[in-house]
């Protein structure tokens, strides 16, 4: 963890999220190498296969959905801090409660939004336990582990939002000499 920042304060569950998404981030490589077998099975050989290209969406898939997480979890998303910076430390603190109830309530209607998703794509029109397939030849039920990985991903990043909201409110506005 040394490229986390020194000054960072981050929770278990934070550094947890990013540990995991260190290891995560290998499937990126499991998806190049079955996507170079997939190449040369289909060009050398003229037997192209059937699961690469499904594994590799879905790998990749997985990634970049832990991946918002992830940036979620390290403090590492775009942050424009122009006015920011030309704050005082107790407009920083408003400014930083503002931003963490604004999380919230997004990463909550995610959640939400996510479930609905997940719910539909578990369960077929008559209420039967049924995963969602792609329809391909393969026909793995990737489509409703992704959503999961969704659901699940929005529902750590509402956990972090709002730790983060309780340890701000906990620690109140810091007050600088001269600020």
């Known amino acids: 963890m040394e490229h986390l920042p020194q000054t960072a304060v981050f929770s278990k569950l934070e550094r947890g999220i990013i540990r995991f998404g260190n290891l995560l981030s ?27 290209h499904e594994l590799t969406v879905f790998f990749c898939g997985i990634c970049l959905t832990y991946g918002g997480l992830y940036c979620v979890a390290k403090k590492s998303h775009i942050s424009i801090d122009v006015v920011y910076r030309l704050l ?16 919230i ?8 939004a ?6 539909k794509s578990w369960r077929s029109p008559t209420g039967a336990w049924h995963l969602e ?43 600088f000499e001269g600020g």
């Open 26 to 52: 290998g499937l990126f490589l499991v998806s190049v190498i079955i996507a170079v077998y997939e190449v040369i099975c289909r060009f050398i050989f003229d037997a192209p296969t059937i699961w690469v």
């Open 88 to 103: 005082k430390p107790k407009g920083q603190y408003i400014l930083d409660l503002f931003v963490e109830t604004a999380q």
């Open 105 to 112: 309530i997004f990463f909550a209607a995610l959640s939400f």
């Open 114 to 119: 996510s479930f609905i998703m997940v719910e």
């Open 133 to 175: 397939n792609n329809g391909s030849a393969f026909d793995l039920p990737t489509p409703a582990l992704l959503k999961a990985v969704i659901f699940c991903c929005a529902l750590l990043m509402l956990s972090v939002a709002y730790l983060r909201l309780v340890r701000l409110v906990r620690r109140g506005p810091t007050v």
